[in-house]
């Protein structure tokens, strides 16, 4: 179990910043013996590994300079994507109950807190221990507490909780990674929006 300190308070305008994404979550409640989250062994699971192992290598890539990409390092990543896939994929057909691996989750997020949805029903005060994968392949670890809890029932998404949640615990180098994604992120929407606007204009 990792040991977060407490986050340095930041009078930064940075902290306020908060963007829609899409990332790897894990989560568990604090003082449960295992995460609750598992995958069974069928093809939902050989796609959800495929998309886990996959993505990191794929988001690497895409932000690399061309030059980068097509170097000779590309079909030694992939090779080890191949085999870390099967690997995986072979330890779900040999396990009974599934493995557990952080899915893929639509958050909202900001240097103070993190926004999801999932299936499970949290209450307010719960705490969490929480995994983030940050691309290409980052992951930061932080303790939150619920601060909000909310059925959501649009028809996508019936059955599901939205989830508030602030830090409570988070290693500085951790906060400074998120802030550096969160600003990075924003950035490139931003570029992409101007583009856009330059093209039709």
Known sequence: MYEPKKAA??????EWLRID???????????EMSCPVSIPGDRAAEEMIATFIRKPTEDLLAAAHSHDAESMLVPWLKKIDWVLESILQRLVRVSKEGISLPTRTDVNISGGGIS????????????????VILPPFTPIQARVEITRVTALESERETGDWYTATRFMQITQDDHECLIRHILHVQAERLRARHAMQDVAE
């Open 9 to 14: 308070v930041v009078d930064d305008r940075r």
């Open 21 to 31: 994404d899409c990332l790897f979550l894990e989560y568990q409640l604090v003082g």
């Open 116 to 131: 999801f949805a999932i299936p499970r029903r949290f209450q307010e005060k719960d705490q969490l221990d929480l995994r």
